[in-house]
């Protein structure tokens, strides 16, 4: 069977999602062997976990494509994707519980607990009703294919999606732009406030991907053609702006601290001239050192 152009475009923009999110893993992996703090250690699981997700699914989309493998196999690699995506989300809480959130380690337990046990439960289901032939009402129970392609997608129904990212949404990524948004708002220093910006840009473009994800597996999208090709569209372009703003944000290297500092210094002498002076004011000296100390163990 010929290939359509359609096709074409998943396979294409799949392997950039894999590459992307795979070279992003590595740059954390040479941040982390420079600096070995426990943060970058918990960034670099994410990622990781992240890259390995969008790599399962490109294997899944292009063994379809071709009739490479047995359909059970690209199944495995498509819930292997969504488990891992949502395993990265997971870690992301961890490494946002030492820096970003003030969760009591009451609340990390419970919140810990809480969604591996959704994640576990969901992907052990998926995976018995692929592998075992168990009508479970877990997967979709007419596995769809992408609009004009031979791609065949093993997704969870739409109900399951909702349970299995709902709560990673509401109780991870919200939070965490949320706070850093407070942070950002303590902090005038230059270097560490485009630094917050670039974060809080990563983590709205990791929600955004998220919901697209959730929004693949809905009846009424997924068999609409045009609606399926924007919102992989829409996912490489968050997946993009995430690796670009997080490495920015995340790393901060030294050619974009010159930058930043070199721009701060221009605005600060035109401003002299004209007889202005910037004053940076906190609202106390413990409110001070308080949002240095996250500033620093963010960027770490």
């Known amino acids: 069977m010929a290939l359509t152009g359609q096709t074409w475009f998943y396979l294409i923009t799949s392997l950039f999602l894999g590459i992307f999110a795979i070279s992003y893993a590595l740059f954390l992996l040479y941040a982390f062997i420079k600096k070995k703090t426990l943060g970058t250690a918990f960034l670099l699981f994410t990622f990781t976990l992240l890259g390995l997700g969008e790599g399962a699914n490109t294997l899944s989309y292009w063994f379809e494509a071709f009739n490479i493998s047995s359909k059970n196999l690209s ?14 989300i997971l870690f992301f809480y961890f490494f946002s519980t030492r820096h970003i959130l003030k969760d009591n380690d009451f ?134 702006l995430r690796l670009i703003f997080g490495y920015l944000g995340w790393i901060l290297p030294d050619w974009l601290k010159k930058r930043i500092r070199g721009k701060a210094w221009i605005v600060r002498t035109m401003k002299e001239r004209e007889g202005m002076h910037i004053i940076y004011s906190f609202s106390s000296s413990h409110d001070i050192k308080k949002a240095a100390i996250q500033v620093q163990e963010v960027s770490e």
């Open 75 to 88: 199944g495995i690699f498509q819930i292997l994707f969504l488990n891992l995506y949502a395993l990265s």
């Open 107 to 240: 609340v990390k337990s419970l919140m810990g607990v809480f969604l591996s046990e959704t994640i576990a439960v969901v992907t052990t289901t998926m995976f018995s009703e692929l592998l075992l032939g168990e009508d479970l009402y877990i997967n979709t129970s007419d596995l769809f294919l992408l609009p004009n392609t031979n791609i065949e997608i093993f997704a969870p129904v739409a109900a399951l999606s909702l349970v299995l990212f709902i709560p990673l949404l509401i109780f991870v990524l919200l939070r965490i732009s949320y706070n850093v948004v407070i942070i950002d708002r303590k902090i005038t220093e230059p270097v560490p406030k485009r630094g917050i910006l670039y974060i809080d840009i990563s983590i709205v473009s990791l929600i955004g991907s998220t919901v697209v994800l959730v929004l693949f597996y809905l009846p009424s999208i997924y068999s609409n053609s045009k609606a399926m090709l924007f919102l992989q569209a829409l996912r490489l372009a968050a997946t993009i």
